[in-house]
């Protein structure tokens, strides 16, 4: 059975370019190995992330982000049994926050601000279909 997992958190401490570059290495060998799909969107201290697989698989990959010290005020957000994937094509894509029009923020929110805390999970959601559509991701698949 395969769901989507969405979630919300804060770097615990700074993040700078390398540290986050060795995450994202981390995750796609993670979800390489056991079959999750998914993308990240980081901004600030802000991790927004949808992950996509098998029942156990999503819950174990999610399971070792809540116990990561890296993380801080994880939040699931919206939770499905899906029939299909719409990120199949990401191991562990990355959105491009500096490329994000604000407009396309201010469409799901009240300011042109990326929080996922402030909106529901199916806004956060529909966010990310967005975003796939408009090619703002990036990262090897």
Known sequence: MLVRLLYASRAAQGLDAEALDNLLKQSKRNNQRDGVTGL???S???FMQVL???RGAVNRAYNRIVADPRHADVELLY???IAERRFAGWSMGQVEVSRLNPSLLLKYS???TLD???VSGKVSMA???ELVATAS???SR
Do not use: M, N
Request: hydrophobic letters at 35%.
């Open 44 to 46: 600030g201290s802000l």
């Open 137 to 139: 991701v990036c990262s």
């Open 127 to 129: 966010l990310f279909d």
């Open 116 to 118: 996922p805390y402030a």
């Open 52 to 54: 996509e697989g098998g």
């Open 79 to 81: 939770y499905e049994e």
């Open 110 to 112: 009240e300011t042109a």
């Open 40 to 42: 990240l969107c980081f």
